[in-house]
């Protein structure tokens, strides 16, 4: 009998738990990722402010409070961390289906940093096509 590895193991992992112990399923891929020009969450403290990037990783949460006037608060978690995405309402309206329903979220946009804390303003959304995750992201409204 052959042992499970690799993203197999994390997959699976993900499935029976909802984490592994094994590694991210963004890890697998990271190398076609790179070649794409998308940044790490670890790669983000060296972005100057205002400057364009692309993000991607796991949606772990989406926020869409009614104080915010329609733009949500998207949370993606990549191998190293999370990553804070603002789409605004009238980008969250043109790209509701995607926002909304991917697990895994390419996000181009604007890098913003205020202090410790940085966003990335998103203006650009794709659906990451990525190994089907038993997972479900946290919504609030």
Known sequence: MQE?????????????TGISVHGHPMEPLRQRLRAAGVSSSAELGSVGNGRPV?????????????????????????????INVIVPARLYRENHETVKFSPFLVVEGKFERDGPVMNVVGRRFHRLAARELAFRSRDFR
Request: proline residues 2%; glycine residues 10%; aromatic residues 12%.
């Open 4 to 16: 499970l590895e690799g993203d197999e193991l994390i997959f699976l992992d993900y499935l029976a």
């Open 54 to 82: 692309i993000v991607a990783g796991l949606v772990i949460a989406r926020q869409h409070p009614e104080t915010a006037k329609g733009t949500v608060f998207v949370l993606l978690e990549d191998e190293w961390g999370f």
